[in-house]
């Protein structure tokens, strides 16, 4: 049979596919008969003489690996060299592109979040939106390298999007720039309230998040703290740790399980690390909040440090460990599953947040006639000296920020009144 296969395939291929069959035999893990092999030979050799465009040896195996790895699930991926050093450009947070982050969902190729700061943000791109044409090419059966390639270039070229949303297409032409992603931003928002803002979890996002603390706590006390989620795709499992460990002094913060032994693992709260433990914290998620981000809230939920507000979250619950193989290519795999403190699988669940409050746009009657009891005719006065207040004292603007982002209003306004309610106990 050996002299047949040399026959129909390059040796080199077929020196790696008996080895493999061999070596996987001799170890009694599988019983793989040799048929499977001769199909996958024959349908090689029917595509490499028969295709409509001649492919070489190399591409033809590059596509079925691809094909095999990828029909795992949506997050697990084949990378030849060049792919693996476009994915380390991506998870290091600068790369040139528009600054999305994309997943396959039924076929359909679907925006979980715009990254901060990046043309698709800027643009009004919203997570969701399912990308049906770039340029002039639909992306209907394209591989993710395809159209990762498709929508990155050279700096200051444009890229036309044909979006879904809603049932109507949309429209939006982008201009490709460096996407320089600092992950942590803080700023004040008054009455001691920290604002934190994480637009997804890269290697060094913890050590961000701990800079900004000191860098706000130099300028007063934190006695409120709102983390911000929303539209944060994931990242880097440690960071996200990282950034638990900072309201969490002791317990468990996450745990995976997979087949593997190496794929179980327990990541533990340490005191030396722990900035709030008792300040009270605001989580800010929706449907853009996925994967390391869920662990976050899921954790703080578990441990009862936060209230989480907002919308119920993408759902990923898995773990992606990158292989490194012999020949300078890697596999990106899942793993394992991750798990909140309280043993809860996240894995197409999501957080749901303990305050339910969607994203939404408010109106004010433009002035309200009202009348107080001051402006009556022979009204009682106070009885103890108080000042009389009339329509006119009355301020029925509740501010900029509930116009502008509701849920972060809707945060603010809890950690102005826990204390009131902390001091009634």
């Keep these: 049979m050996i002299n047949t296969l040399r026959q129909r395939i390059p040796f080199f291929i077929l020196v790696l596919l008996v080895s493999w069959v061999f070596s996987v035999n001799a170890q009694e893990k599988s019983n793989l008969p040799t ?15 028969g295709y409509v465009e001649v492919m070489s040896d190399q591409d033809i195996l590059n596509k079925a690996l691809k094909g095999m790895v990828s029909g795992l699930d949506p997050h697990s991926e084949y990378f030849t060299k060049e792919e693996l050093v476009d994915f380390n450009e991506l998870t290091s947070g600068n790369y040139a592109g528009i600054g999305v982050e994309v997943e396959m969902k039924d076929k359909r190729l679907t925006i979980v979040t715009p990254i901060d700061g990046s043309a698709a943000a800027d643009a009004g791109i919203l997570p969701g939106d399912v990308i049906i044409k770039i340029d002039n090419t639909l992306i209907t059966d394209l591989s993710m390298k395809d159209i990762v390639t498709l929508m990155r270039g050279d700096i200051g070229s444009t890229v036309s999007l044909d979006i879904e949303r809603d049932g109507e297409l949309k429209h939006y032409k982008l201009t490709r720039r460096l996407v320089e992603d600092a992950s942590v931003t803080a700023k ?18 913890a050590d961000e998040f701990y800079q900004a603390i000191r860098k706000l706590k130099e300028a007063s006390d934190i006695k409120g703290v709102v983390l911000d989620l929303r539209n944060n795709p994931g990242g880097v499992l440690q960071s996200a740790v990282g950034v ?21 693992s327990q990541m533990e709260a340490t ?11 605001v989580v800010l998620v929706n449907e853009g909040s996925a994967s390391a981000s869920e662990i976050v809230a899921g954790a703080l939920q578990d441990h009862k440090r936060a209230v989480i507000l907002g919308t119920e979250t993408f759902g990923k619950g898995s773990v ?8 300078g290519d890697a596999v990106k795999l899942t793993t394992a599953l991750y798990y909140t403190p309280n043993g809860r699988s996240i894995q197409a669940q999501g957080i749901t947040p303990d305050l339910v409050v969607p994203q939404a746009v408010l109106s004010f009657d433009k002035d309200p006639f009202i009348v107080k009891e001051a402006e009556l005719k022979g009204h009682l006065g106070n009885g103890t000296g108080g000042k009389e207040r ?5 301020n029925s603007d509740i501010g900029e920020l ?3 982002d509701f849920q972060l209003f809707q945060a603010v306004t809890i950690l102005k009144t826990l204390p009131k309610l902390m001091q009634n106990q």
């Design 188 to 205: 004040w928002l008054g009455n001691g309230i920290a604002y934190f803002r994480i637009s997804q979890f890269q290697g060094d996002s």
């Design 35 to 49: 048929s499977e092999i001769q199909s996958f030979v024959e349908t090689f050799e029917t595509i490499r003489e």
């Design 320 to 327: 992606q460990t990158v292989v490194p193989l012999s020949n």
């Design 402 to 404: 509930a116009k502008t």
């Design 244 to 264: 638990v460990d900072a309201f969490v002094d002791k317990g468990l913060i996450v745990y995976t399980d997979g087949r593997h032994e190496l794929s179980k």
């Design 271 to 281: 005191k030396s690390n722990t900035q709030f433990a008792n300040v009270p914290v």
């Design 390 to 394: 009339t329509s006119a004292d009355v």
